[in-house]
């Protein structure tokens, strides 16, 4: 043969090689693709790595099957019920494609239970750190405002036994009977604040009155004066301590308020992510999980992954009763928001504790200034006070001008302030917008869910079922895998009322969304996100095509253990995720990004080899370029 003839020979077989191919690529993408079936060998990568393989040889053989339940710790070895070989079953509920059968109805059930098992783990997984930061900040905050209570105690103390020298029997039980009120007030917001403050000053009257106005050595107080005094204190003018207590209560008040809010937000949030972690999946769920997580096995394919788009449809059913938790925790998340960025001044508790005992020093200190101006007032309503008998002085002197007690000033180069700690903990927390939204997403987007050559439910094929939005509104219209309720579970149910009731608590202390506006402008959250859900005319709900839950987060600055941010960071492996790239909490993106695999309309699932076509088309023209230029030459 000629060296020509073996050319055209060599490059002919190139040629139908290459186009051999190219019909193959172009069925697979038209999704004209043949089942994978036991006749003919097939391969694919299991969740333990190894090569899927079927084989004529054990086309009745379920030793895989068998071996991978053992494995998975389904069944027990010793069960007697395990198939050794595929056969016919009639009961089958689930994994039923009307043929020959790998599971009996007993296993069926048992792979059941271990499909919502397995989805519980990964919800806890999922769920776990979020609810941890939030219990262990909760706990850490409230322990620093309690010792901030102490504080403020303490050092009131010491006003009155230093500095006035008043005996500690004579003003202990007021003062700690306020404290003990604001404690409360702030781990369950029992109580009056204003309430209290005004009965602290009303017992602590009478002590001023005899330790301070008058020489304790010669003025005796009977329980019958002590109460006239109390009695009176409010109605004299002027007001022994002057506008101290109206001003000290109010900052106590707010600061306590917002306080307390911050800290039954954090249980609130706590609570949402144990409910998230122990959801009950309904039956048709369950059902949808073992098909997605273990039918694959009855059909005598061992290690099978099945495909995403198949687990965002089963993943979307089944924790769309979840939607409405987000929607209220969102509308929570953004007045917490607003509550983080106003806790200054009068609502800065570590400000407004670090100057108590300040303040009630200004009060007395204001009592003995007035005095000469109400004392009368006193005599005539409670008449004299009783003196000891060895004892004949005046009740009343004018006091002399006294310098105010100091107190501990703030060392320079300290601690960060409660207050920037407080932001940097809440920009964690407002990062979990659209936390719960997608976290079906979450769980689906992982190597182990695949595009292609996975289980669709049925076979080893494509997927071909649209993947609807991830909005209640069109998983109940659409969602091809169940049947979607809009009916809420009933715990659930009470929790969105919880959360709507924090909400309205929230608006009540930083305003509706007019004021939160202006009140925001000077102060803005790295990673918060949104959450876009509306109504329609008739006024059932709609989501947007394009909807967003979630948006892009920031780390921030972190100072200390307590207060960082997730440390994983959710990269999206497949090409159409890589400007996704969002802050995460154990892998759960604040963000909600579609898969570009999953089009709009009922278009076809986009093969990540369509863009070597164009190439492969080339390829081909030159060929034939070729193959014409050495029959030319021969000739």
């Known amino acids: 043969m000629s060296l020509s003839s073996k050319c055209i020979v060599l490059f002919w077989t190139f040629f139908s090689t290459a186009l051999s191919q190219r019909t193959a690529a172009a069925a697979v993408v038209g999704g004209d693709r043949p ?86 783990a990964a919800l806890s997984s999922s769920t776990a750190y979020l609810s941890r930061f939030l219990t262990d900040n909760h706990l850490l905050y409230q322990g620093q405002f309690l010792g901030m209570l102490r504080v403020a105690e303490n050092n009131t103390q010491d006003v009155l036994k230093t500095f006035y020298k008043i005996d500690q029997k004579d003003w202990k039980s007021c003062l700690d009977e306020l404290f003990i009120d604001l404690s409360t007030f702030l781990q369950n917001q029992k109580g009056d604040v204003m309430e209290s403050l005004v009965k602290f000053y009303n017992q602590l009257f009478p002590v001023i009155f005899q330790h301070v106005l008058n020489d304790p050595s010669v003025v005796e107080l009977d329980l019958a004066y002590r109460e006239c005094l109390m009695e009176i204190r409010q109605d004299l003018s002027p007001q022994p301590f002057g506008d101290a207590p109206l001003r000290l209560g109010h900052g106590l008040a707010e600061s306590l308020r917002a306080a307390q809010l911050l800290l039954s937000t954090l249980v609130l949030g706590a609570e949402m992510m144990n409910i998230t972690a122990a959801y009950p999946f309904e039956k048709q769920c369950s059902h949808a999980l073992t098909r997605l997580k273990y039918c694959s096995l009855c059909e005598g394919i061992s290690g ?40 200054r001044g009068s609502r800065d508790m570590e400000e407004v504790l ?48 006294h310098r105010l007690p100091s107190l501990p000033q703030k060392v320079p180069g300290r601690r960060p302030s409660l207050h920037s700690k407080v932001e940097i903990m809440l920009r964690n927390v407002i990062a979990s917008k659209g936390f719960l939204g997608n976290l079906p997403d979450a769980l689906c987007n992982s190597d182990h869910y695949p595009i292609d050559n996975c289980w669709n439910g049925t076979a080893m094929e494509l997927y071909k079922r649209r993947v609807p939005a991830s909005g209640l509104a069109a998983q109940v219209a659409e969602n091809p895998e169940m049947s979607v309720h809009i009916t809420q579970n009933p715990v659930v149910s009470d929790l969105v009322k919880k959360l709507n009731h924090m909400h309205q608590r929230l608006i009540s202390v930083v305003g509706d969304d007019d004021e939160m506006q202006s009140d925001a ?90 863009g070597s076509r164009w190439s492969l088309n080339a390829l081909l023209f030159l060929c034939s370029l070729v193959l014409f230029l050495l029959a030319s030459w021969s000739s």
């Open 304 to 343: 099978a992954r099945s495909c995403r788009p198949f687990c965002q449809n089963v993943m979307h059913g089944c924790f769309s009763g979840l939607l409405s938790l987000q929607r209220s925790w969102d509308k929570v998340l953004k007045h917490l928001q607003v509550l983080g960025s106003s806790m």
């Open 521 to 610: 402008a000077s102060y803005r959250f790295e990673g918060s996100g949104s959450y876009q859900h509306r109504k329609n005319d008739d006024g059932g709900l709609s989501d947007d095509e394009d909807i967003n839950v979630g948006g892009e987060s920031g780390s921030g600055g972190y100072e200390e253990d307590h207060d960082r941010p997730p440390k994983e960071k959710y990269r999206h492996q497949q090409k159409g995720y890589a400007e996704n790239e969002d802050f995460a909490f154990a892998g759960v993106t604040t963000r909600r990004s579609m898969s570009p695999y999953v089009t709009k309309s009922n278009q076809q699932p986009r093969s990540p080899n369509a």
């Open 35 to 120: 089942a994978v079936t036991w006749a003919s060998s097939s391969s694919s990568v299991g969740e333990d790595g190894r090569s899927v393989s079927a084989s004529a040889s054990t086309a009745r053989n379920c030793d895989a099957v068998v071996r991978t339940l053992e494995r998975l710790d389904v069944v027990s070895s010793s069960a007697s019920d395990l198939p050794q070989h595929k056969k016919f079953v009639s009961d089958l509920e689930i994994c039923n494609n009307r043929g020959m059968s790998c599971c009996t109805r007993w296993l069926e059930q048992t792979l059941e239970v271990a499909a919502v098992k397995t989805s519980h």
């Open 354 to 401: 670090s100057t108590f005992p300040m303040r009630v020093s200004e009060s007395i200190m204001h009592s003995m200034e007035t005095a000469h101006k109400y004392y009368d007032k006193i005599i005539s309503q409670c008449g004299h006070p009783k003196t000891f008998e060895s004892q004949n002085v005046s009740l009343y002197t004018q006091p002399s001008h």
